[in-house]
């Protein structure tokens, strides 16, 4: 016999023990009753209860372990719900910012699309095929973080390209301006004071590019310049465009120069503030750059006179006429009729008294009347600019 089975044993005669047979006496109404409980329907009972006892114990264990784990996802899922909140928040900043910056760029876009449409009436694309092709070429990658998300480096290289292309545009712009200064300086005007009268009288306060979300953004350095240098062209094209270079009228022969002669009637010196074209009476007289007619009329000493007024403080002056042929306020292309040659005023025979101002004092128009090839070729280029822009705004 082992041991085990001996305290099993042991065991199951104290249980037994505890359920004996029982006998109660019930007395009701003086009659007495017999009762009996036996042993086996107590161990069922205590068996119940047990069970009972046992699944209840369980249960509530049950719960308890779910509550605990219950309260410690809920910590975990805080933790989440914390971290996502967070990574929320820096995927938000971090939108905003990329926001920021594509709408900075697509600003610029917007401005560089309006100055090249102001100064050369198309988009930037076609202001010169090498700058269009060669700002859509890839950029070499090295020049962007590889730190950065792959949306802001899109956007990086956007405005590595946008900056590019604007270094093309400022290039090309720069050399059109030099063209015309060349051109102008050769016409003997200064270039540096037509921009700088132009800018004076263009005024207005400096207000800093900012960009749409209205934060400082650090714009490429050819950006930055682009202004500058496309008001520049403008403003030399424009003079070179007003320049009166044209023929007043179809006659060679110049009966007088600009300068020191004695006086016609009088003998005496005197300044001659033009040149003087002979030709029979009724001859066209020709505007000698394009322009708007801002005098018709008489004037002492001048007679009939017609002035143009080609903008750029230049002004051309034609006197002595025997007709007019157009109205004050009209706009007139170079080489159009403006009046007839005659001889009113002081004047000693038919003939064209042509006078070129600027801004308000006369200035020989020899200069641009023999201007050279190569400046008038660099004239025709601006003013076919000039023109693409005027028909570009109509
Ligand atoms: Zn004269």
Known sequence: MSSKSTGLRHWRQRFNALFQDHEIFVRTHGHVR?????????????????????????????VLVNQ??????????????????AAEARIAKYR????????????????????????????????TDAAA???????????????????????????????????????????????????????GLNPSDLVRNAAAGRGGPFI????????????GPSFAALEGALFRMEVLERTLVAVPSGNPANVLMMSSGFGYRSDPFTGAGAMHAGLDFRG???????????????????????????????????LTRYAHLSGFT????????????????????????????????????AVNPRRFLEAKADVLEV??????RVGSVARGAR
């Open 280 to 314: 029979p009476t009724g001859t066209p007289i020709l505007a000698a750059a394009p322009g708007r007619v801002s005098f018709v009329g008489q004037k002492s000493g001048y007679g009939n006179v017609v002035e143009v007024d080609h903008g750029q403080g230049i």
């Open 96 to 127: 905003n910012s990329v926001a920021e910056t594509a709408a900075d760029l697509a600003e610029r876009q917007d401005q560089l699309d309006e100055w090249s449409k102001e100064s050369f009436g198309v988009e930037p694309a076609a202001v």
């Open 34 to 62: 017999f009762l009996r409980v036996s042993a086996v329907w107590q161990k069922r009972v205590a068996l119940i209860v047990a069970a009972v006892l046992f699944v209840w114990a369980g249960t509530m264990l049950a």
């Open 379 to 384: 004239k025709a280029d601006a003013r076919q």
């Open 208 to 219: 800093p590019y900012r960009g749409k979300m209205g934060k400082a953004k650090a714009l």
């Open 133 to 187: 092709s060669e700002a859509t070429q890839p950029l070499k990658t090295s020049a962007i973080d590889p730190s950065l998300p792959p949306e802001a480096q899109a956007l990086a290289r956007l405005e590595a390209r946008q900056e590019a292309f604007a270094g093309k545009l400022l290039a090309a712009v720069n050399d059109r301006a030099a063209k015309a200064e060349t051109a102008v300086a050769a016409l």
């Open 68 to 85: 605990l784990l219950t309260a410690d996802d809920r910590a975990a899922v805080a933790q989440q719900q914390a971290e996502a909140n």
């Open 326 to 361: 157009a109205k004050v306020g009209s706009q007139v292309a170079a080489g159009e009729q403006i009046a007839k040659m005659g001889s009113t005023g002081r004047s000693t025979g038919s003939h064209l008294h042509f006078e070129v101002r600027l801004n308000g004092v």
